[in-house]
């Protein structure tokens, strides 16, 4: 297979979706480090891990798309397959550390759910 010169503007589109990727991986490494509690910390890689995610299947696509290769889906089912496992993943961690922080007696964020609020009645 012969590798084939592109046009400029491709070479620019997926280098910036690229690093734009890679920035918003970098941002999301930084709020781990950063922020104190694990339900502080869960949500960064969550939301950062998808958003990246997607510029780097973009730039995949459009990239093998385009040296004529046929169209690239398959970049296109690993984001998808991401974007839903994510943030199910994250919700279920975050349940299990609150249960665990309960059952321990830590400190845990508010309840804000309408049912939990239901039992509470004032006179």
């Not at 958003?51 to 690239?72: D, N, P, Q």
């Amino acid at each position: 297979m012969s590798a084939q010169a592109l046009p400029l503007w491709l070479d620019i589109g997926v280098s910036l979706l690229v690093l734009v990727g890679a920035v918003i991986a970098f941002l999301g490494s930084l709020g781990l480090l950063r922020l104190k509690s694990y339900f502080e910390r869960v949500h960064a890689p969550a939301i950062i891990a998808t958003m990246a995610c997607w510029c780097v299947m973009h730039a995949t696509l459009l990239y093998f798309s385009m040296t004529g290769e046929g169209l690239a889906l398959h970049a296109l089912l690993i984001a998808l397959f991401v974007a839903v496992t994510v943030p199910v993943t994250s919700v279920f961690l975050m349940r299990a550390a609150l249960f665990r922080a309960r059952r321990m007696g830590e400190p845990v964020p508010a309840n804000l759910s309408r049912s939990a609020n239901d039992d509470v009645r004032e006179p």
